[in-house]
């Protein structure tokens, strides 16, 4: 935990020091996505764009490199970026298992924030080993839409003090205007998985 921070500490001096300004940071965790454990030493990178790929080694590289970081030995990991940056591309990577890129990662509202308030997209990360079975891989694919399926049970049917409820329709209705797709995707996990 020590040298995690100490990397840290290490990452948003460097970022400070060349950009004149205080980073903004995105925490996250890096999983394995079949066993579902952190995994330590998992490089996370953060490039300006996605526009030019290079596979140089085992980790892809896309042109300007803003930050990078390494996780601590459950996962997590805290990644500072310049806030002039305002969308980047995060690359993740480790030993034995496929990388994964993340195209767009939107800037948060606020600076700082060593505690890593904003996540990274696709939070938990997961990478999945190079030697996953195919039933491993739909077993991991299985358990993905079945936590979307108990979060959607969850936001419909969430009563509070006073019976005050989550307001699901009203934001499923705005999800519906902004990202079509996704709206779809909340109506098919609204249904009873088959067989049950």
């Not at 840290?8 to 454990?37: F, H, K, M, N």
């Not at 980790?59 to 305002?86: D, I, M, N, Y």
């Not at 938990?124 to 839409?145: C, F, K, S």
Request: net charge positive.
């Amino acid at each position: 935990m020590g040298r995690w921070l100490g990397s840290l500490g290490l990452a948003l001096v460097t970022v400070a020091t060349l950009t004149g300004q205080e980073p903004r940071i995105y925490g996250g965790i890096v999983i394995d996505g079949i066993t579902g454990g952190g995994l330590a030493a998992s490089l996370v990178t953060a490039y300006k764009d996605a526009a030019t790929r290079t596979d140089k080694g085992p980790c892809p590289e896309f042109g300007t490199r803003e930050s990078a970081t390494t996780a601590s030995p459950g996962g997590q990991f805290l990644l500072p970026v310049p806030p002039a940056v305002t969308t980047f591309a995060a690359v993740y990577c480790r030993a034995g298992f496929f990388p994964r890129v993340e195209p767009v990662n939107p800037q948060p509202a606020t600076a700082g924030g060593a505690g890593g308030g904003t996540r990274v997209a696709g939070d938990p990360v997961d990478l999945v080993p190079l030697t996953a079975t195919p039933e491993q891989v739909r077993a991991a694919l299985e358990r993905h839409v079945e936590r979307l399926r108990a979060s959607v049970r969850y936001y419909e049917s969430s009563a509070g003090p006073e019976n005050q409820r989550v307001p699901w329709e009203a934001a499923l209705s705005e999800l519906r205007r902004a990202d079509p797709d996704a709206a779809q995707m909340i109506d098919l996990a609204r249904k009873p998985r088959p067989g049950r």
